[in-house]
Antibody, heavy 117, light 107 residues
Framework: QVQLQESGPGLVKPSGTLSLTCAVS?????????WSWVRQPPGKGLEWVGQ???????NYNPSLKSRVTISVDKSKSQFSLKLTSVTAADTAVYYC??????????WGQGTRVTVSS | DIQMTQSPSSLSASVGDRVTFTCRTS??????LEWYQHKPGKAPEILIY???SLQSGVPSRFSGSGSGTNFTLTISSLQPEDFATYYC?????????FGQGTKLEIK
């Protein structure tokens, strides 16, 4: 059973860079899936951030495209999110998820990131 | 981007009730529609994919229907563990978008 676990700093300063990692266990990161990031700001709904195929082809939400980078490290069985020039609007719970057969079928537990000085 | 509109935004119901949630999309998406259940402090869980296919392990009291721009999620007989927020999501095109959610509360 594939499991996902997010990790990274819970506090980031404004204008800084948010960096999160998602560890994939119980299955191969090289399987035919997309590996995704979804976030939920406080009191709001879910927002797709972007995704990457195991071969390294990323796909980003245009609303964040200029600031976001998603990468994959197959040797460590993990994928990562970097979001630059963060503001308070980037405060959210960030989830990593597997996108399989047109659905987010497996999710991590989520990690809360606050942007504040 | 495809806009998703869920209704109602909140719903109060009792254990044993039958409830239906609605999701409308701003353009036709065939059956590329998923439903998720989200409880506070937990990861979302997929219930329905491709508009009407029940995800493995999800109780049969959950069902989905619709195509094009109008979709519904029905819970046939509410159980205590079903009180949560429900989101629809389109997988027709990127950026994938979610509805704003329907919060199901105990009456």
């Amino acid at each position: 059973q594939v499991q996902l676990q997010e990790s990274g700093p819970g506090l980031v300063k404004p204008s800084g860079t948010l960096s999160l990692t998602c560890a994939v266990s119980g299955g191969s990161i090289s399987s035919v899936n997309w590996w995704s990031w979804v976030r939920q700001p406080p009191g709001k709904g879910l927002e797709w951030v972007g995704q990457i195929y195991h071969s390294g082809s990323p796909n980003y939400n245009p609303s964040l495209k200029s600031r976001v980078t998603i990468s994959v490290d197959k040797s460590k069985s993990q994928f990562s999110l970097k979001l630059t020039s963060v503001t308070a609007a980037d405060t959210a719970v960030y989830y990593c998820a597997r996108y399989n057969n047109n659905a987010f079928d497996i999710w991590g537990q989520g990690t809360r990131v606050t942007v504040s000085s | 981007d495809i806009q998703m509109t869920q209704s109602p935004s909140s719903l109060s119901a009792s254990v044993g009730d039958r409830v239906t949630f609605t999701c409308r999309t701003s353009q036709r998406i065939s059956s590329y529609l998923e439903w998720y259940q989200h409880k506070p402090g937990k990861a979302p869980e997929i219930l329905i994919y491709a508009a009407s296919s029940l995800q493995s392990g999800v109780p049969s009291r959950f069902s989905g229907s619709g195509s094009g721009t109008n979709f519904t999620l029905t819970i046939s007989s509410l159980q205590p563990e079903d009180f949560a927020t429900y989101y629809c999501q389109q997988s027709y095109s990127t950026p994938y978008t979610f509805g704003q959610g329907t919060k199901l509360e105990i009456k």
